[in-house]
T-cell receptor
Framework: AQSVAQPEDQVNVAEGNPLTVKCTYS??????LFWYVQYPNRGLQFLLK????DNLVKGSYGFEAEFNKSQTSFHLKKPSALVSDSALYFC?????????????WGLGTSLAVNP | DGGITQSPKYLFRKEGQNVTLSCEQN?????MYWYRQDPGQGLRLIYY???????QKGDIAEGYSVSREKKESFPLTVTSAQKNPTAFYLC????????????????FGPGTRLTVL
């Protein structure tokens, strides 16, 4: 069965420090992986995705994520956190088998960046 | 929030009422989705449609209904059979040719918060 895990419900970092939000997955075939951010009472905003190619993916707002096939992980990173990065972050995955476009979603990680 | 609009932003429903949430997109996307979001439970898929006049149940379809008569529109009806409808509802779309992975990015509307009185 396909699944996504975000092992941390909450991550706290100090402003200016690097941040990591973790995501691991289980999927049939090669994965398509996504990160989204949600601010309070808003819809989700797309940050970045991995389909194929370079394992390091760069996205919006200075975020990047590294695809690690052996560890089945796709951790979201940013070198220097901002208070404005405080939000809820979701990882999602779909396998490349078939034509089903459904994404499997993690439960989300709440990021708090402290000034 | 891109080219997807949801209305209303806030909706209040009395017990036993059906209510319809609107979702419209001008992105020319083939696929559209409805999710329900509850605190601590992430996003749960209610219904999705990969093409006009076709839709499939998601993981929590009971008590909900949809239609897809136009490419741009995918309204969700929350029926009286849905026992606990208070939640944040999100509509999304993804575009392009079916089976093209580069088009699988889903774009979300701003959401509708439904409260049962």
């Amino acid at each position: 069965a396909q699944s996504v895990a975000q092992p941390e419900d909450q991550v706290n970092v100090a402003e200016g420090n690097p941040l990591t939000v973790k995501c691991t997955y289980s999927v049939s075939g090669n994965p398509y992986l996504f990160w989204y951010v949600q601010y309070p009472n808003r819809g989700l905003q797309f940050l970045l995705k991995y389909i194929t190619g370079d394992n390091l993916v760069k996205g919006s707002y200075g975020f990047e994520a590294e695809f690690n096939k052996s560890q089945t992980s796709f951790h979201l990173k940013k070198p220097s956190a901002l208070v404005s990065d405080s939000a809820l972050y979701f990882c999602a995955v779909r396998g490349n088998a078939g034509n089903n476009r459904k994404l499997i979603w993690g439960l989300g990680t709440s990021l708090a960046v402290n000034p | 929030d891109g080219g997807i609009t949801q209305s209303p932003k806030y909706l209040f429903r009395k017990e036993g009422q059906n209510v319809t949430l609107s979702c419209e997109q001008n992105l020319n996307h083939d696929a559209m989705y409805w999710y329900r979001q509850d605190p601590g439970q992430g996003l749960r898929l209610i219904y999705y449609s990969q093409i006009v006049n076709d839709f499939q149940k998601g993981d929590i379809a009971e008590g909900y209904s949809v239609s897809r008569e136009k490419k741009e529109s995918f309204p969700l009806t929350v029926t009286s059979a849905q026992k606990n409808p208070t939640a944040f509802y999100l509509c999304a779309s993804s575009g392009g040719l079916a089976g093209t992975p580069s088009t699988d990015t889903q774009y979300f509307g701003p959401g509708t918060r439904l409260t049962v009185l």
